[in-house]
């Protein structure tokens, strides 16, 4: 029977094996390429949160947390020559001609600021220049030129005294040795040191005031708070010939960087090696009282 061209069907040539397979290994390749990226965003994300988390608890975290990740001790080359570089013109600042005046000076610089000192030894020097005047004087007319300063009356005593016995046994000259120093009334080896290392560069230790001792506990330098103990760690840690500059380069930096109370850490060249910046005003500071007693 005849048929004409609309009744005949198209029949599809079923595809090859080949055909099938290339297809399916498409699809795979496909599904795997989406599944990979898909995986890497994920990841990407949790990296994400991550950092987030550990930016927020960085910056909740308390000062001893965030001070735990730091090195523990500043090294003391490094530190000192960074502070030669930021306080250049480090020296002692009780105004003084010579070794007695300077001896005189840091015996009623005790419990005061040396401005004050300053403020006070002018007059007391021009009425009184060197140890045979003063040692002549009753402490009552002394107490007038240092009335300003604490402990003023003691004070009058101890140069009075200090100066009478520079006259009775060394002639009228401050001794050279820390030994005879610490004999003088008033004076201890703190004082003794000031005077050995600023006029002849000879101390016999590091000089620990209320700065040197914050500022080298801030540093890692040492964990007491007995400023003779202080002392020993410091000349263990410190070459003998730095002793005397050490001491006035952590007194520059104590007044006018490190302070006690809101240290300027952001402003400090030690910022990077010091394992207490931007937490040092939690280190170094005798506790608050409790008043509630």
């Known amino acids: 029977m005849s048929t004409t061209k609309h009744e005949v069907k198209q029949v599809k040539k079923p595809a090859s094996s080949a055909a099938k397979k290339s297809a399916?290994?498409?699809?795979?390749?496909?599904?795997?390429?989406?599944?990979n990226a898909a995986a890497k965003k994920a990841t990407a994300k949790k990296a994400a949160r991550g950092t987030a988390d550990a930016g927020s608890a960085k910056k909740h975290a308390t000062p001893a947390a965030r001070s735990s990740t730091k090195q523990k001790m500043a090294p003391p080359a490094l530190a000192l020559e960074k502070l030669r570089e930021m306080h250049p013109d480090a020296h002692c600042e009780l105004d003084h001609v010579g070794p007695f005046q300077l001896l005189v000076a840091t015996v009623l610089s005790a419990q005061t600021t040396d401005v004050n000192v300053n403020k006070a030894t002018p007059k007391l020097f021009e009425r009184f220049p060197d140890a045979r005047s003063l040692a002549q004087?009753?402490?009552?007319?002394?107490?007038?030129?240092v009335s300003t300063l604490g402990f003023f009356r003691q004070k009058a005593k101890s140069i009075v005294g200090l100066s009478k016995k520079l006259v009775e046994e060394f002639g009228g000259e401050v001794p050279r040795r820390l030994d005879d120093l610490v004999k003088l009334p008033g004076v201890g080896r703190k004082t003794a040191n000031v005077v050995l290392g600023v006029i002849w560069n000879t101390p016999e230790g590091v000089v620990v005031d209320t700065h040197v001792q914050r500022i080298s506990q801030r540093l890692g330098w040492t964990k007491n708070t007995d400023p003779v103990k202080i002392e020993q760690d410091l000349m263990h840690l410190i070459p003998r010939n730095?002793?005397?500059?050490t001491s006035h380069l952590l007194i520059f930096h104590g007044r006018r960087v490190c302070f006690a109370r809101k240290p300027n850490c952001e402003g400090c060249a030690l910022n990077t090696i010091c394992p207490s910046a931007f937490d040092a005003e939690h280190v170094g500071r005798k506790p608050k009282r409790d008043r509630s007693a």
């Open 242 to 245: 730095e002793w005397d500059m």
């Open 24 to 35: 399916a290994s498409a699809t795979s390749a496909k599904r795997a390429a989406a599944k």
């Open 137 to 145: 004087a009753d402490p009552t007319d002394v107490e007038p030129y």
